[in-house]
Antibody
Framework: EVQLVQSGAEVKEPGESLKISCKAS????????IAWVRQMPGKGLEWMGT????????RYSPSFQGQVTISADKSTSTAYLQWSSLEASDTALYYC???????????????WGQGTLVTVSS | DIQMTQSPSTLSASVGDRVTITCRAS??????LAWYRQKPGKAPKLLIY???SLESGVPSRFSGSGSGTEFTLTITSLQPDDFATYYC?????????FGRGTKLEIK
């Protein structure tokens, strides 16, 4: 069974750094892109960026370029989303998701993680 | 960036009803459109891709149509499980964008 299991909820203060994870199983991790999607409280879905774990090719939404870093560890089949300095406006639910089709950068997301809630507050 | 305009933002209906949700793209996206259902506190679930293809395991009461810039999601014979929020998503380019969502409420 294909699964994406995300790390647990985080509560951080403004200015702190954070790295959340998404562990994949049930398929060959290095052959599918993985995307990150933000959902702010009570709001819709926003694509942040996508990484190909096979060669770490990464594409960012212009809205998130320079604000976050997406990475992947092939040895543990885990993708990461990280911030160097959090702001209150980063408070949101973050999902990882896998596009359909091996090697497909542009495809609908047929598998999603359960989400990681990040709360940034002083 | 391609903008996706979804309507209505809220829809009230009863079990057994037929409903339609519309999504309009700011430029042609061919048939590169997907629909998702999101229940409260849960991740979105893919329902329809390539505008009209039903994802495996999704009930046949869900259907999609359209191409270019105008798309619709139709749900026939609403079930209690269907009261949720629905999103369209364009994947014409890797710079994905989603509609703002349609909340389907029980009348």
């Amino acid at each position: 069974e294909v699964q994406l299991v995300q790390s647990g909820a985080e509560v951080k203060e403004p200015g702190e750094s954070l790295k959340i994870s998404c562990k994949a199983s049930g398929y060959i991790f290095t052959t599918y892109w993985i995307a990150w999607v933000r959902q702010m409280p009570g709001k819709g879905l926003e694509w942040m960026g996508t990484i190909y774990p096979g060669d770490s090719d990464t594409r960012y939404s212009p809205s998130f370029q320079g604000q976050v870093t997406i990475s992947a560890d092939k040895s543990t089949s885990t993708a990461y989303l990280q911030w160097s300095s959090l702001e209150a406006s980063d408070t949101a639910l973050y999902y990882c998701a896998r596009p359909q089709g091996s090697g497909s950068l542009v495809a609908p997301f047929d598998c999603w993680g359960q989400g990681t809630l990040v709360t940034v507050s002083s | 960036d391609i903008q996706m305009t979804q309507s209505p933002s809220t829809l009230s209906a009863s079990v057994g009803d037929r409903v339609t949700i519309t999504c309009r793209a700011s430029q042609s996206i061919s048939s590169w459109l997907a629909w998702y259902r999101q229940k409260p506190g849960k991740a979105p679930k893919l329902l329809i891709y390539e505008a009209s293809s039903l994802e495996s395991g999704v009930p046949s009461r869900f259907s999609g149509s359209g191409s270019g810039t105008e798309f619709t999601l139709t749900i026939t014979s609403l079930q209690p499980d269907d009261f949720a929020t629905y999103y369209c998503q364009q994947y014409n380019s890797y710079s994905y964008t989603f509609g703002r969502g349609t909340k389907l409420e029980i009348k």
